[in-house]
């Protein structure tokens, strides 16, 4: 094996490790407004040169983004900077929206198993009106797409893990890109419609009774039945 001198890290680099840690913890949030040149320097009794070149290396990597006259913001990730090559992928090789479909059934198996766990009060009473309000659209003979997803990204909430709910996020934009027109088909028609209404309160009563079992269980067979549909 060749070694190589140890070289000692550079105080920029030094400061990009200490955001990004920071970043990971929580301690800062996407949308948050970043230190000034001045403030980042007095506080880690670095030079602002230093900092200038932190700063322009986080700007190019997409952790922070100047805005001219406001200042520099945690740059916020847009789900269309993963989703937008992803479904392009999709619909170029159609096949592999099988293996989306796959990927989602694994996913939100467990996000249910972790909501039921996991939810409070407030997140059960949420879960509670958005299929009453299901109950009322199948009265009129038909479920909406977007209650429906209001439906699953709440559950998503409800496991209280913010990369869950990203991919979550990420996945649903995919989905309603890639299979618009069957996922139409799939709500409006009254049979699919009942059907899908009476999964998603078997989920709905699992979760809020607190069954993790139960509820990884009825989203499995649910999303299966979806899956079959779309195919």
Sequence with gaps: MELQPIKTKKIYEEIVEQVKKSLSEGKLMPGERFYSERELSEKLGVSRASVREAIRALTTMGVLEVKPGEGTFVRKVQNCDIVQPLVMALLLEEQQVMYLLEARQILEREIAYLAARRATTEDKEKLVGIIQQM????????????????????IAGMAHNPILSRLMYTIADTIAQT????RNRLYSDPDNARVLFEQHSEITQAIISGAAESARRAMGKHLRFVARQLK
């Design 179 to 182: 299979l618009a027109n069957k």
């Design 135 to 154: 109950g009322n659209e199948l009265a009129r003979g038909f479920l909406q797409e977007d209650t429906d997803v209001k439906f699953h990204l709440t």
